[in-house]
């Protein structure tokens, strides 16, 4: 399993770069024929400073070819006997690919695959994964034991929006997120094709940025005919970013979610917390390290995070975005 995962975070790296490459090519011959003069070719050719793509990054969907990497380490509440206990540990590698931009508005396409170390997992007569215990009480089946389910990749998720940032700050892109059934541990996974629509809407200001991710989803097609219970779900992914300059920023992207499906008391989970991020740049090419720690104020009652804690690093590749 972890070979299937190297070959794919591979291919995704290939990808990455070679897309930037033949984006760039094309940017020289484009800075060429648009140029009029001498100083309005420097002028666009000029490399954007830390503290600018710093602050266009705090956008989860900033028009950047990049691939982050992040790590994700969770410890885990709730009122089933050793909930307390779990803990999991979750990798997510997400290319981002701008395209047709034109007069600050386009299109950007981003994907995630999650690869999980472990995840916990309720067994009774079956499993129980987190998103199966917040539809029905798995101790209704009888008595149970927690243990962790296989290495595996979860489902793709995506996101494929237009949009951009207009002259006076505002940030707004709209289009539809998605969750693919690819995952590879096939019986707690849900098997589903979801789909909904999705708006991002924000700010930039002179001290920083502040915004939401918005989708609403649901099941429109099962991979297989597993009986598996209708998915309906809300994700708000709120982000903040105080610029501190010299690439420094205070940062909070907590996720909030809402489970439409799932029973009273097992539908909302809500953390806050924040971190802080550094951009830098290793020759040419710009790259953003974060760190933070959120801590679930609402949890669903029968099992969900406790405390959350994410590293991500962004290496973003040098092309007319990284330039003014």
């Keep these: 399993m972890r070979s299937i995962v190297i070959v794919i975070f591979n291919i995704c790296l290939v990808l990455t770069l070679l897309q930037p490459a033949s984006v760039q090519a094309e940017d020289l011959q484009s800075d060429e024929a648009n140029t009029s003069s001498a100083s309005s070719s420097a002028a666009a050719g000029s490399e954007k400073t830390t503290d600018q793509i710093a602050e266009e990054l705090t956008n989860p969907l900033a028009v950047f070819y990049r691939l982050d990497y992040q790590l994700e380490y969770r410890t885990y509440q709730g009122s089933i006997e050793g909930a307390d206990d ?150 708000i992914q709120a982000y903040f970013s105080y610029g501190l300059g010299n690439g420094w920023q205070l940062v909070s992207t907590p996720v909030i979610r809402y489970d439409w499906e799932g029973d009273s008391g097992n539908k909302l989970s809500l953390p806050l917390g924040g971190g802080i991020a550094k951009t830098m740049k290793i020759g040419s090419m710009p790259l953003k390290v974060s760190a933070e720690v959120q801590k679930y104020v609402v949890s669903t009652d029968r099992f969900d995070s406790d405390w959350f804690f994410k590293f991500t690093l962004s290496p973003v590749f040098p092309t007319k975005y990284t330039r003014n």
């Excluded at 700050?169 to 690819?182: E, F, K, Q």
């Design 86 to 235: 779990q803990t999991a540990m979750i990798h997510r590698f997400t290319p981002v690919f701008p395209f047709r931009q034109k007069n600050g508005k386009g299109f950007v396409f981003r994907f995630s695959l999650p690869y999980y170390d472990d995840q916990p997992v309720y067994w009774t007569d079956r499993g129980n994964p987190e998103w199966k215990i917040r539809l029905e009480d798995p101790t209704l089946n009888g008595p149970g034991v927690w243990a962790p389910t296989h290495s595996h990749t979860d489902d793709v998720t995506t996101d494929f929006v237009y949009g951009g940032v207009s002259d006076n700050g505002l940030i707004l892109m709209y289009g539809l997120a998605g969750h693919l059934p690819t995952s590879s541990d096939t019986s707690n996974a849900r098997q589903q094709l979801i789909i909904g629509p999705q708006l991002n809407i924000g700010k930039v200001t002179d001290w920083g940025v502040y915004g939401a991710l918005m989708s609403h989803v649901f099941d429109i097609a099962e991979k297989r005919d597993k009986g598996t219970p209708d998915t309906m779900m809300t994700t």
